[in-house]
């Protein structure tokens, strides 16, 4: 049936429509990985299952997005890593999990112990070509070497949270963010 329109409004006024939702749906991003560390990309709607306060929901829509993620890695350079063996298994774990990175993530790496400092940034990344990126980063990592300083871990995050919300800032479609930590 045809819309009637009114005489006492103009025609723009008449053809605004409103609708209203309500709805339940909650996003609730997930990364899957094995007992060893690597990432499961294949699960279905059927092997998975989310509950709240123990009680399992409905999954209605399962999906897989492969969104860039915007990481930044933390290594702890404290005098906690001068064990035996520690410093070397810490630069191991790292190169791992840059080389788990896809092309299109950004990465900022961080060393910390009573100071942070950043070893490359999110800019740096990005102007590295992207084939190159983790060969021409752990160098840049392995030349930072422990101290004999103490540990300021919460101070380390809040580095982390705000290089990320900068980033945030400069790009208008940040991703999923993570924070990756070393210690």
């Not at 499961?40 to 969104?67: H, M, P, R, W, Y």
């Not at 983790?134 to 380390?156: D, F, I, M, Q, Y």
């Amino acid at each position: 049936k045809p819309i009637e329109r009114r005489a006492d409004l103009p025609a723009s006024d008449q053809d605004i429509e409103t609708v209203k939702i309500d709805t339940n749906l909650v996003t609730v991003p997930v990364i899957a990985s094995s007992r060893t560390g690597n990432y499961i990309s294949d699960l279905k709607k059927e092997e998975f299952k989310v509950s709240e306060d123990g009680v399992v929901q409905q999954v209605a829509f399962f999906a897989t997005v492969n969104a860039p993620f915007h990481v930044v890695l933390m290594l702890d350079t404290s005098a906690s890593m001068k064990r035996e063996g520690v410093w070397a298994e810490a630069l191991a774990k790292a190169e791992a999990a840059l080389k788990r990175t896809s092309a299109a993530d950004q990465v900022a790496i961080l060393t910390f112990d009573d100071q942070v400092r950043t070893v490359v940034s999110f800019e740096q990344w990005a102007a590295m070509d992207r084939s190159d990126r983790v060969t021409l980063a752990a160098p840049r990592l392995a030349e930072s070497k422990p101290t004999w300083r103490s540990t300021h871990l919460g101070n380390a995050l809040i580095a982390a949270a705000d290089t990320i919300e900068d980033a945030g800032k400069r790009e208008p479609h940040v991703g999923p963010r993570r924070i990756v930590l070393i210690t």
